[in-house]
């Protein structure tokens, strides 16, 4: 079974406006972590935001943040008024095991951000 | 500071070739090391990964083998490559909940 969701392949937003990426996972680790990653066009892959299982606030870092739904199993991000420099494929990726550390991925949403 | 280093960026490999990539890690000593493969606008899928020198795990059946001979080092092999080997590779490493991802290499299979 899939662990970890993006729905969306493909988001488009006008620049200056705020958009939310989807993300769900499945796990039956009561310990995992969940981030987020942009990968612009040259491949390098760029953290995002981190949040903990266990956190009790959602994760914020400056136009970023993650709208964490424990019981629903989501953890989506939200990027607060885009810049033309956001258009980039994001993914959300899932730490569980602990030891291994693995992170998994889900398979990227597309973001284009229009003037 | 950590940093990790991979190589080559770019490589075209006819079909049957062989294959050797290696990454390298500084600043940090007994990293769980990592190897993903991304096909073209696909996800990252994990292909392998290691908690100590010697210590290799697979995750999917592949024609790919790895070997951590060091701590800081990982290096992902072939034999004999396959057209469907092509793909974007990137390495990285974590300790706690920070991971670092080399600078990939896209591979070509011809």
């Known amino acids: 079974a899939q662990k970890i969701t993006q729905t969306q392949p493909g988001m488009f937003v006008q620049e200056k406006e705020a958009v939310t990426l989807d993300c769900t996972y499945d796990t039956s680790d009561p310990s995992y972590g969940l981030f987020w990653y942009k990968q612009p066009s040259s491949g390098e892959m760029i953290f995002l935001i981190y949040q903990g299982s266990y956190d009790q606030q959602n994760a914020t870092e400056g136009r970023y943040s993650l709208n964490f739904q424990k019981a629903r199993k989501s953890a989506n991000l939200v990027i607060s008024a885009s810049q033309l420099g956001d258009s980039a494929m994001y993914f959300c990726?899932?730490?569980?095991?602990?030891?291994?550390?693995?992170?998994?991925f889900g398979t990227g949403t597309r973001l284009q951000v229009f003037p | 500071s950590q940093t990790i280093h991979q190589w080559p960026a770019t490589l075209v490999q006819p079909v049957g070739s062989p294959l050797s990539l290696e990454c390298t890690v500084e600043g940090t000593s007994n990293p769980n090391l990592y190897w993903y493969r991304q096909a073209a606008g696909r996800g990252l899928q994990l292909l392998f990964y290691?908690?100590?020198?010697?210590?290799i795990s697979s995750e999917v059946p592949q024609n790919l083998s790895a070997s951590r001979p060091q701590d800081r080092q990982f290096i992902l092999s072939s034999k004999k490559l396959l057209l469907s080997d092509s793909g974007f590779y990137l390495c990285a490493w974590s300790r706690g909940n920070g991971y670092t991802f080399g600078s990939g290499t896209r591979l070509t299979v011809v």
């Open positions: 290691s908690v100590g020198i010697g210590q």
């Open positions: 990726a899932m730490r569980e095991g602990l030891g291994t550390d693995k992170l998994i």
